[in-house]
T-cell receptor, first 113, second 112 residues
């Protein structure tokens, strides 16, 4: 059964720092991995989707990497800003033949000025 | 700007009442999900449709919950009768197989 773990559960950093959020999954037979952002009281916003054939995906200051063999993904945020404060969630399909997503419990990020 | 639309955004109801939540998926998407989010359990999948057919509703309490897609532009999640433990935020998401899933803003349900 696919399980997704995110470390750390919470992170508080000063503005300007580069930071790494971690996601690990137990079943490496995935075809993609998706990172989301959730602001308090809001829905989930898709940040990046990495296909299994890719190792990295970039969007602005965000860079996500995927290592299927080790069951890990990292989300790198460069030059963090207070506006980056949110909960970040990763999700993978439950198995290779479904698009049913299994979510991690998230990393709550606070960037202070 | 294509987006998933959920109504209502907030709902307060008394225990025992019927609750219906609605979702309009993004036009052209053939996969629709219903998730429930609570502090204790995080995001749990309740139901999952592809091309309007239910593929998996194993996460849903069948005695009181039901999910349907009357047509390609509408998905519904119904709770009857509602209980206080159903209080949560319910999200609808849509997508195409193998691509990004897009989430609505959610319905915050409070059952008193």
């Amino acid at each position: 059964k696919q399980e997704v773990t995110q470390i750390p559960a919470a992170l508080s950093v000063p503005e300007g720092e580069n930071l790494v959020l971690n996601c690990s999954f137990t079943d490496s037979a995935i075809y993609n991995l998706q990172w989301f952002r959730q602001d308090p009281g809001k829905g989930l916003t898709s940040l990046l989707l990495i296909q299994s054939s890719q190792r990295e995906q970039t969007s602005g200051r965000l860079n996500a990497s995927l290592d299927k063999s080790s069951g890990r993904s990292t989300l790198y945020i460069a030059a963090s800003q207070p506006g980056d404060s949110a909960t970040y969630l990763c999700a993978v399909p439950e198995s290779y033949n479904t698009d049913k997503l299994i979510f991690g419990t998230g990393t709550r990020l606070q960037v202070f000025p | 700007d294509a987006r998933v639309t959920q109504t209502p955004r907030h709902k307060v109801t008394e225990m025992g009442q019927e609750v219906t939540m609605r979702c309009q998926p993004i036009l052209g998407h053939n996969t629709v999900f219903w998730y429930r989010q609570t502090m204790m359990q995080g995001l749990e999948l309740l139901a999952y449709f592809r091309n309007r057919a239910p593929l998996d509703d194993s996460g849903m309490p069948k005695d009181r919950f039901s999910a349907e897609m009357p047509d390609a532009t509408l998905a519904t999640l119904k709770i009857q009768p509602s209980e206080p433990r159903d209080s949560a935020v319910y999200f609808c998401a849509s997508g195409l197989m193998g691509t990004e899933a897009f989430f609505g803003q959610g319905t915050r349900l409070t059952v008193v």
